[in-house]
């Protein structure tokens, strides 16, 4: 059973950091594309960050030179490293591993979810 | 404002068929496989329909999904209350290279 389980979400000041993880297990991880999907409080999704299997990095406008993404393949772990974090990063982040080892499809296992609030 | 452009609401009687749209460009829905899914509020989402058409195993065929050239279209018959969620479609931007989603549709059964 493909099971992503989200940690390190919290309460941050802006400009501060915090680090998000992902814990994957049921699959080889090592084969696919792993992504970052956040939701603010009553908004839509928006795609945050991807890495495809060969390790290649993808950012959304919003976040680019503020976030960083990364895997480790043996442990099976995504991570999110969040900097200069702004109020408007406030969202609910998902781990969403995707079909295939690129970006170009869609997202087939969604973990829970972890809370970020960027607030003084 | 979204990059792919839904509804923000659609509504049929339990039974009936609704049809939701996700509208892009040639960027994004014109160049690449367009996904979808349900989402229940406090949940996850869950994916409904992958490459346009497909569907994962263990979701109904009640579901269906099409693609022409910048739109996509997510139907769905046979309305069940239980059906009454939030969906979303998405695909990679390939101009922007990014994930994007629509600005999703609630889904009502009447």
């Known amino acids: 059973e493909v099971q992503l389980v989200e940690s390190g979400g919290g309460l941050v000041q802006p400009g501060g950091s915090l680090r998000l993880s992902c814990a994957a297990s049921?699959?080889?991880?090592?084969?696919?594309?792993m992504n970052w999907v956040r939701q603010a409080p009553g908004k839509g999704l928006e795609w945050v960050s991807g890495i495809t299997a060969g390790g290649s990095t993808y950012f959304a406008d919003s976040v680019k030179g503020r976030f960083t993404i990364s895997r480790d393949n043996s442990k099976n772990t995504l991570s999110l490293q969040m900097n200069s974090l702004r109020a408007e990063d406030t969202a609910v982040y998902y781990c969403?591993?995707?079909?295939?080892?690129?970006?170009?499809?869609?997202?087939?296992?969604w973990g829970q979810g972890t809370l970020v609030t960027v607030t003084s | 404002q979204s990059v792919l452009t839904q509804p923000p609401s659609v509504s049929a009687a339990p039974g009936q068929k609704v049809t939701i749209s996700c509208s892009g460009s040639s960027s994004n829905i014109g160049n690449n496989h367009v996904s979808w899914y349900q989402q229940f509020p406090g949940t996850a989402p869950k994916l409904l329909i992958y490459e346009n058409d497909e569907r994962p195993s263990g979701i109904p065929d009640r579901f269906s999904g099409s693609k022409s050239d910048t739109s996509a279209t997510l139907g769905i018959t046979g309305l069940q209350t239980g059906d009454e969620a939030d969906y979303y479609c998405?695909?990679?931007?390939?101009?922007?290279?990014?994930?994007?989603f629509g600005g999703g549709t609630k889904l009502t059964v009447l």
């Open positions: 969403a591993k995707a079909l295939v080892a690129s970006m170009r499809v869609g997202y087939d296992y």
């Open positions: 998405g695909t990679w931007h390939s101009s922007l290279s990014a994930g994007v």
């Open positions: 049921g699959f080889t991880f090592n084969n696919y594309a």
